[in-house]
């Protein structure tokens, strides 16, 4: 079956930097659209950035020129380089992934989700 396992959330200082992992298994994903989100205490889960399966990238205004999304085909593995993190920025993040290729910022698109890695800014 498809499985999505986030890994690299921990606790940074203003101004620090941190790099989330997503494993794929059962799943291709250099083949489907690959998307973050990120949802803190009391909020709706909310967009962050997708890539799609040519390597097109988009990111939500909050993160842009801040965040980088990648992924490295021959690990079968995406990513969520975070830089210059803000306490706004505290939150669960969220890897998924869709069946299809086109990137996509609504969470209903997605058909697969991991369980979540927690990334904490400190003040």
């Known amino acids: 079956q498809v499985q999505l396992a986030e890994s690299g959330g921990g606790l940074v200082p203003t101004g620090g930097s941190l790099r989330l992992s997503c494993a794929a ?5 250099s083949d489907h659209a690959m998307g973050w989100f990120r949802q803190a ?12 399966a040519l390597g097109s990238t988009y990111y939500s205004d909050s993160v842009k020129g801040r965040f980088i ?9 995406g990513y969520l380089q975070m830089d210059s993190l803000k306490p706004e920025d505290t939150a669960v993040y969220f890897c998924a992934s ?4 086109a990137r996509a910022i609504l969470s209903t698109f997605y058909n697969f989700w991991g ?7 400190s003040p």
């Open 25 to 29: 298994s059962g799943h291709t994903l």
């Open 41 to 52: 205490p009391g909020k709706e889960r909310e967009f962050v950035a997708t890539i799609d």
């Open 69 to 77: 999304i990648s992924r490295d085909n021959a690990k079968n593995t």
């Open 98 to 101: 869709r069946t299809g290729g």
């Open 115 to 121: 369980q979540g890695t927690q990334v904490t800014v």
